[in-house]
């Protein structure tokens, strides 16, 4: 028994219900309690899908309990299959329907229906969602693209390909596709079909059909993978086209795959590196970021801030167990402690003690930064209303290196804008009420004019004692500093020398503070 | 009423006294999901599901995906070990209150609910809480009930928690005045408004349940008058009844009629004078008026078909209907006791058509056929219905809004009225 408060995966019948919303023709009839019903809205709210999931639950009842919660089934699943008219259906239980034990594939298999019907076993009090979809979609290839007899045949390298993972609730999984889609074509490989996300069971059947497939979710779209490697020989790629570096060498593994000649291969460059190179991007130089989400996007994420933003990783986890290895693997490469746990308050304490300047993770951690007040980004699911954004916007390929430049840096700069108000905040010039400072910068009238308009804002101006002196020598210095920074270098250096007890400011005093406050 | 004879259960006799029942999928959430109000409610109280990853889940996707603080909810989740008898679970929910109570040392009451999978289990949650209140008591004392799907839906929730809640109220002294318990949880901006009319009608003393801390609990006996706040408490009712209270029939106060209907029955009950009823309730009334009668314009004609949600929905349906001169196509509710929304009823045409419980596909069918001009109806519906061309308001807005109450009947009228302004001002088509 665990305590929970937030979860980062709903229960694997949640998964099953993403594979079923992705595809075409295909019906989930899922044995549940009415209240399961809650998951719609994942779809109909957060995805802002304009149908119901193509899911049917029976809504057993306390009192239907030991009499007929198998008839109910029965009657949903003869009842949906009639309405719906799915060219198959998909049938498994949720976690209470788990424990009644019903077996609803022998039921729907007693029903003699005329589609096929595809038993699922999630076993909801061992796994979670993505263990659910990736065994769901699974189970659907072994169905429709059965193994053929013996053993596979080798492929030769050839130009078709599938694309396997992308489904409904994934993060960014809509607009990745497009821009993968383009990658790929853009090489001269055919793409034969794209699963589970928009593909019928037909398509399934065609799966087969392709010379090599590329995995762009292996937490969805793995064990297929593997097996259709192991029944009917199609290898695979497995690099996740995120961030320039991954883009390149996602596009070298496919023309391989494909057998492709190297000069053939067109430049595919997003902006990411100029950008990064540039001396605007100079400030990014040693970051401490913090990366915490699915194992695809974490490791993802980890390469892109280290070789492509010079960032400095103080944090690396992933709340995908099964993945745990290759982000230790990570972990490893970048020196920190791999951070592999579904408990949201063991990854708080672990992003406070890394004191992180940029949090990269779910809609989670994003809650945890803005508590602790650190600019972040989301870099994975579970998702949220927002990461359905009406523009395009990938993460992969070309287009998702240039998002996530623009998306990692940005809350960045609003820290930067932040930070440097808060050095300001003391000054004249950031005072509403004062003048324009080019007016009365310098004169002493001026001065104690805005001392009192400060302190009618009742601004919390620090204590200056009145004894305070500037030398002369260091009052010209202050001059030299250019007038918009001049009130902060004034402010900043009595409020050191006040509380180191000085009395007189002198030109030492002056670099003292500087040097006291640059850090 | 009006429904096209070729499609099931459509019989013009679904009223009331005989509402449509069809067994099919319910499209509602499970009483768990009370807690989300509830926990804000009452400060002090901290709501321990025993239960799955789904119900986790549920309540993470209905609380509107993570919230900033953290809730006074969680889970304890069962797993495989509890399952398999390898961990003794009474055992594994002592450590996960352990846990719990050196995280939170704030918390006063601590409530165990039970979940479809705990039931299913039969986990007994009185024995747990008992064990817990040896342990940990009196310092934070326990209750436990259901929010499970196989026992409740939605609002029953909060009526399993009063109900847990009033079994342990403090009997009131043999020669006690008489004394008014308010039950069923009202914004904190309502409950006051109400508590300023009550006192200035001079009655009392009152009570609103749940309370704010779970210390402050009222006095129940037979000089207990119980007014309902909210159409679904039933449980609790009758707890309360049980223990001697008498039940103070009304409509809901929602809208000027509903509120002064409602006011009306428990200055009644406690002997006020008409004429000074009349002079306190009359601002208000004249205020609510004028606030309704803004969105009359918009809302008059309108044909409005309800799917089950909340069991609010009769209360709404009339308000509509009386106030604002819609048509009431369907009201759908999960579950209807009857003789707590009779008042509702006798305001509303004798031929509304009514169904209990649902086939959430047959209704839809229902629905289509009707072509209603508003659809209130839950989150897993609204966006399909509106991609069909149908405006919906959802349902759940009404719950976790504050409309009861005269100074709130212009918002509530204005909560059906913002599906249709919206349409009015988008010049763009999906
Ligand atoms: S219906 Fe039952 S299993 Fe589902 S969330 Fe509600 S209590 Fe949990
Ligand atoms: S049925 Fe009668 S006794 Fe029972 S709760 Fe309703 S009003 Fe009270």
């Known amino acids: 028994m665990q305590l929970t408060v937030w979860t980062y995966e709903g229960p694997p019948h949640v998964g099953a219900m993403r594979i079923a919303a992705s595809m075409r023709g295909v019906h989930f009839v899922l044995h549940a309690p009415q ?7 994942l779809f109909t709210m957060i995805e802002r899908r304009s149908t119901r999931p193509p899911v049917t639950y029976t809504t057993f009842q306390a009192r239907d309990l030991g009499s007929d919660t198998a008839e109910i089934f029965k009657t949903a699943c003869r009842e949906a299959v009639e309405r719906f008219r799915p060219d198959a259906v998909l049938v498994g239980a949720s976690c209470t329907a788990e424990l009644i034990q019903d077996n609803p594939g022998g039921l729907a298999a007693a029903l003699n229906l005329d589609i096929p019907v595809v038993n699922l076993e999630l076993p909801s009090y061992q796994k979670k969602e993505n263990w659910g979809a990736a065994e769901t979609f699974y189970r659907l290839v072994r169905a429709f693209a059965p193994a053929p007899v013996g053993v596979a045949a080798a492929r030769t390298p050839g130009r078709v390909c599938n694309i396997l993972g992308p489904a409904s609730l994934g993060f960014r999984h809509r607009d990745d596709i497009v821009e993968v889609r383009k990658l790929v074509e853009s090489l001269g490989v055919t793409i034969n079909v794209v699963a589970p996300l928009g593909a019928s069971v037909a398509d399934l059947a065609r799966l087969p059909e392709a ?67 540039s001396v605007d991007s100079t400030y990014l130089t040693g970051k401490r970021v913090f990366i915490f989400g699915d194992a695809t996007h974490a490791v993802a994420a980890a390469h892109i801030a280290a070789k492509e933003l010079g960032f400095t990783v103080c944090g690396l986890g992933t709340y995908s167990r099964e993945f745990a290895r290759e982000v230790r693997a990570a972990a490893a490469e970048y020196g920190v402690e791999p951070l592999i746990s579904d408990d949201h308050l063991a990854v708080e304490d672990a992003i406070i003690s890394a004191q992180p300047e940029l949090v990269l993770g779910t809609q989670m951690e994003r809650h945890v930064a803005k508590r602790l007040r650190i600019p972040c980004a989301v870099i994975s699911s579970p998702v949220h209303v927002q990461d359905f954004p009406a523009r395009y916007s990938p993460q992969m390929g070309v287009e998702g290196a240039n998002v996530i430049f623009d998306s990692w840096v940005h809350p960045l700069m609003m820290g930067l804008e932040e930070h440097l108000l808060h050095m300001f905040r003391d000054d004249f010039e950031f005072n509403d009420t004062a003048q324009p400072s080019h007016l009365s910068q310098g004169a002493p009238a001026a001065a104690s004019a805005q001392e009192e308009h400060a302190a009618a804002a009742g601004s919390p101006l620090i204590e200056v004692p009145a004894t305070l002196q500037w030398a002369d020598e260091a009052e010209r210095e202050l001059k030299k500093i250019p007038f918009f920074v001049r009130g902060k270098a004034r402010r900043n250096t009595e409020r050191f020398a006040s509380e180191n007890g000085l009395r007189t400011i002198t030109l030492e005093t002056l670099y003292d503070a500087k040097a006291h406050f640059s850090r | 009423m009006n429904a096209p004879a070729n499609l099931p259960g459509t019989a013009a006799d679904c009223g009331p006294a005989q509402p449509l029942r069809q067994r099919g999928q319910h499209e509602v959430f499970c009483g768990l999901t009370s807690i989300i109000w509830l926990h804000r409610k009452m400060q002090d109280a901290f709501f321990l599901v025993v239960g799955s990853r789904t119900c986790a889940h549920l309540m993470q996707s209905a609380a509107g995906v993570m919230i900033f603080a953290e809730p006074r909810f969680a889970t304890a989740v069962i797993d495989e070990r509890d399952l398999a008898g390898m961990a003794d679970v009474h055992e594994e929910l002592d450590k996960v209150v352990a846990k719990l109570l050196s995280r939170r040392p704030d918390i006063r009451l601590l409530v165990l609910v039970g979940s479809c999978p705990s039931e299913v289990i039969k986990l007994d949650l009185a024995k747990a809480a008992e064990r817990q209140g040896a342990l940990h008591g009196p310092a934070v004392r326990f209750l436990h009930y259901s929010g499970s799907g196989i026992e409740t839906t939605f609002t029953q929730g909060e009526d399993n928690f009063l109900a847990a809640l009033v079994e342990n109220l403090p009997a009131e002294p043999a020669d006690a005045k008489p004394s008014l318990i308010i039950a069923g949880a009202l914004a904190d901006v309502v409950e006051d408004q109400f508590r300023r009319i009550f006192e200035a009608l001079g009655l009392g003393p009152i009570s609103f349940l749940p309370p704010r801390s779970s210390t402050a609990l009222p006095h129940v006996g037979p000089n207990t008058r119980l007014l309902l706040a909210q159409p679904f408490l039933g449980e609790m009712a009758k707890t309360l009844e049980r223990r001697g209270a008498r039940h103070l029939m009304a409509p809901f106060p929602l809208g000027e009629e509903g509120t002064t209907a409602w006011l009306k029955a428990a200055a009644d009950a406690f002997g006020i004078e008409p004429g000074r009823f009349a002079a306190i309730t009359g601002p208000g009334r004249a205020r609510a008026k004028l606030a309704v009668e803004k969105s009359r314009p918009t809302l008059e004609g309108k044909r409005i078909f309800f799917f089950p949600d909340s069991q609010l929905e009769p209360a709404m349906a009339r308000f509509l209907h009386r106030e604002l001169g819609c048509d009431i196509v369907e009201i759908g509710t999960p579950f209807l006791h009857r003789h707590h929304l009779a008042g509702e009823f006798e305001l509303l045409p004798d031929n509304v058509f009514v169904s209990e419980g649902q086939d959430v596909d047959r209704q839809l069918d229902r629905c289509r056929a009707q072509k209603p001009d508003l659809v209130v109806c839950g989150m897993g519906l609204a966006n399909p219905l509106e991609a069909e061309g149908i405006a919906t308001k959802w349902s759940i807005e009404l719950v976790f809004t504050p409309v009861q109450g005269y100074e709130q009947a212009g918002d509530l009228a204005e909560l059906f009225v913002r599906p249709f302004a919206r349409r009015e001002r988008l010049k763009v088509s999906a």
């Open chain 1, 35 to 41: 209240g399961d019903t809650y998951a719609d809205l």
């Open chain 1, 211 to 277: 010379d090599f497939n590329i995995v762009l979710y292996p937490e969805i779209g793995g064990v297929t993978a593997d097996w259709l490697k192991r029944n009917h020989g199609q290898p695979f790629v497995a690099i996740q086209p995120i961030g320039a570096l991954a883009t390149e060498a996602f596009v070298e593994a496919v023309a391989k795959a494909a057998g492709i000649k190297a000069q053939d291969i067109p430049e595919t460059r997003s902006r990411l590196p100029w950008y990064s190179r």
